[in-house]
């Protein structure tokens, strides 16, 4: 069985491993189903809530749900909201590692305008050397149509949740808040990797010298690989920032789902005021896995610390402001608490999902087991063990990015515009501000594609 411990998407604490036999016969829903149930029985957090005597007879799929805590927001606030299993362990794991058939582009859904049942498609961001960067789409796009057919809200998840090509029809919210369809793009999807380090620029107001910077994914190196490449592409950032002594720092995790705790651990130990000596967050599990981790690794087994990084910039900030959204969880999230303790720290945006728990990859290829589950199994806390964003961070400065979105590093977008507008006090990035909010558009969101990333729901949903 391979194990990887995730913060919800993803946090890593160890990788246990066994030999894999590919001539294994694939497993029998039973055997599948007895898996499913000792592994869960083992490392589910709220394994005393687990049935004793569950129904073995189900689908893998619906006996999984059937040994959930799930969450109430009356009866049981407590409970899971996240947990997922998946019918292919590879695809699973590829995901997670940011690998997946795509063509290229993320995107939001919302009914336009806001008291119709008409959709349309905004792009939030494009990977280089995609299908659709090739095609031509951008950041900010609009597209109302796919092949051929207007988006509504009867028919978006049937034309969009498709791994076929599609053509995509472009449109344009005209100045009276009108929709005008143009020119048509066909895109078809292809495994891609995700570089997850996607933007970075530097600032300079009068005396602030402030680096920006924005991550959609906490992943240390492509799929399949042991390099740290993305890490180590954070690394170079920051000596950058260092060099050119920037004071000020903007984080952009706005479309950033969660990722490995590793990943999480070094871009945090860049910023901290702390010291490698000093705890970035503690995890808490279920009796049963704390007894036997205590005696087998110890009580370090239940924390990590920061990474000492001579490329750290701590000592230059007074604050660090961080660029959330509704689609910013799990190890963004733990990221924000970690850094809490040692230094101070804005929020710019939305309220975040709230993820403060951790998640664990199990899969038992080597019995056959073509299934990959992500149950959780943790609990986050910080330095002082606190754990109270369960229902998600509220900004300190909220801002929404509308319908009308500008290029990553444009002072125009909201939410860059209010960080940039705290830190400085000038004019120019609050007049940027300004005017981008008076753009923005009536629309009310559906969903985005970024729930696909974060895993543990249909990418689309009603």
Not at 63 to 73: C, I, P
Not at 87 to 109: F, I, N, R, V
Not at 296 to 302: A, L, N, T
């Amino acid at each position: 069985m391979k194990l990887k411990f995730l913060l919800s998407v993803m946090f890593m604490l160890a990788v246990l491993s066994s030999c894999r036999d590919k001539s294994v016969d694939p497993a029998t829903e039973s055997q599948t189903n007895d898996w499913i149930y000792a592994n869960m029985k083992y490392w589910y957090y709220w394994t005393d809530h687990i049935p004793a005597k569950p129904d073995l007879t189900q689908d893998p799929a619906k006996f999984f749900e059937s040994l959930l805590y799930k969450y109430d927001a009356t009866t049981r606030p407590d409970g899971d909201r996240f947990s997922w299993i998946q019918e292919s362990a590879d695809e699973l794991q590829a995901s997670l590692g940011g690998e997946s058939k795509t063509p290229g582009m993320e995107y939001k859904l919302v009914y336009y305008p806001s008291n119709t049942t008409n959709v349309i498609g905004i792009v939030l961001y494009v990977i280089p050397d995609s299908p659709a960067a090739k095609a031509g789409f951008v950041r900010g796009d609009v597209f109302s149509s796919v092949n051929g057919q207007k988006l509504t809200g009867a028919n978006y998840s049937q034309l969009l949740n498709t791994q076929d090509s599609k053509t995509y029809t472009l449109a344009k919210i005209d100045n009276v808040g009108g929709l005008v369809e143009g020119s048509t793009r066909e895109v078809a999807p292809v495994v891609l990797q995700e570089d997850p380090v996607f933007f970075d620029t530097t600032f300079t107001y009068g005396a602030n010298k402030i680096g920006y910077i924005v991550y959609h994914q906490f992943i240390p190196q492509p799929y399949q690989t042991e390099n740290g490449q993305y890490d180590k592409k954070l690394d170079n950032i920051f000596a950058t920032f260092k060099s050119s002594n920037v004071n000020a720092l903007i984080i952009d995790l706005r479309y950033n789902p969660g990722g490995y705790v590793s990943s999480a651990t070094n871009f945090s130990s860049l910023i901290t005021k702390g010291t490698a000596n000093d705890v970035f967050y503690y995890k808490e599990y279920n009796a049963q896995v704390t007894e036997t981790s205590k005696k087998k690794y110890g009580e370090s087994y239940f924390y990590d610390k920061f990474l000492s990084k001579s490329q750290n910039i701590g000592s230059n900030l007074s604050q660090v402001y961080f660029l959330v959204s509704s689609r910013t969880a799990s190890a963004s999230e733990l990221m924000i608490n970690g850094l809490k303790p040692y230094m101070e720290v804005k929020l710019v945006g939305s309220k975040t999902v709230g993820k403060n728990v951790g998640s664990v990859t199990l899969t038992g290829k080597d019995q056959g087991i073509k299934w990959g589950m992500q149950p959780i199994v943790s609990k986050s806390l910080n330095k002082n063990h606190k754990s109270d964003y369960s229902t998600g961070f509220v900004p300190d400065y909220p801002a929404s990015e509308g319908t009308m979105l500008y290029p990553y590093g444009n002072p125009k977008d909201p939410l860059l515009g209010e960080a940039l507008f705290q830190i400085t006090g000038t004019r120019i990035a609050r007049q940027a501000r300004e005017a981008a909010v008076l753009k923005e558009e009536d629309a009310q969101e559906i969903t985005s594609t970024i729930v696909r990333k974060a895993g543990g729901s249909n990418m689309f949903f009603k």
